[in-house]
């Protein structure tokens, strides 16, 4: 009963390195999101997929690449990392067509990422 | 300007009694989907309860309801009968109709419940 698995669960990086977030969800959802949680300000959408092959930005993708490897796997790159990218990321899925209003997230249980 | 505003950031009750957590939203959509979440201090999101705009009644989830103002554009959370495990940080999210992509979502209150 995985649901959204995601690792690491805990990074540590220095200034400038690169590091890949993986995302695995098993609930054959078609649609995928990354998001980071900083302090007093919620979640904020990285990027997104709407189905396999697709992915598009969200309202903070400085600094951030995704791969949607196939409808499983939805992976989240930084490829300089900056001390700003210090955050707890959340990959989520959900179900159906993303339009309907009703169609709720199911949350993978974060990744803690410190960038030095 | 903030879609989803979550004015307390911290609540405390007092075990058994009831609790209302704030949330209002700005939208010129008809058709949107209000959601609340609980992150414990484990750090999962938890899914609680869903309200459509057009829905009629009230949400209601066990122990969880919600109190729906349209016109006042406010999706306030009731906790009724408040647990010790109910101490957690909770987020109300908005999806539009016009998104296809996202929950936006407010910045949290965190709740503590007192024994």
């Known amino acids: 009963n995985a649901g959204v698995t995601q690792t690491p669960k805990f990074q540590v990086l220095k200034t400038g390195q690169s590091m890949t977030l993986q995302c695995a969800q098993d609930?054959?959802?078609?649609?995928m999101y990354w998001y980071r949680q900083d302090p007093g300000m919620g979640l904020r959408l990285i990027y997104y997929?709407?189905?396999?092959?697709?992915?598009d930005k969200g309202e903070v993708p400085n600094g951030y690449n995704v791969s949607r490897l196939n409808k499983r796997e939805f992976s989240l790159r930084l490829e300089s990392a900056a001390p700003s990218q210090t955050s707890v990321y959340f990959c989520?899925?959900?179900?159906?067509?993303?339009?309907?209003?009703?169609?709720?997230?199911?949350f993978g249980e974060g990744s803690r990422l410190t960038v030095l | 300007a903030q879609k989803i505003t979550q004015t307390q950031p911290g609540m405390f009750v007092q075990e058994k009694e009831a609790v209302t957590l704030d949330c209002t939203y700005d939208?010129?959509?008809?058709?949107?989907?209000l959601f609340w979440y609980k992150q414990p201090s484990s750090g999962e999101m938890i899914f609680l309860i869903y309200?459509?705009?057009?829905?009629?009644q009230n949400a209601t989830e066990g122990r969880y309801s919600l109190n729906f103002q349209k016109a006042r554009k406010s999706a306030n959370l009731v906790i009724s009968a408040s647990q010790l495990g109910d101490s957690a940080m909770y987020f109300c999210?908005?999806?539009?109709?016009?998104?296809?992509?996202?929950?936006?979502f407010g910045s949290g209150t965190q709740l503590t419940v007192l024994p």
């Open positions: 989520a899925s959900s179900e159906g067509e993303t339009r309907d209003s009703r169609t709720r997230l199911f």
């Open positions: 609930m054959n959802h078609n649609s």
């Open positions: 997929s709407a189905s396999e092959g697709t992915t």
């Open positions: 939208t010129s959509d008809q058709s949107y989907g």
């Open positions: 309200q459509g705009s057009y829905d009629e």
């Open positions: 999210a908005m999806r539009e109709r016009g998104s296809a992509r996202q929950l936006t």
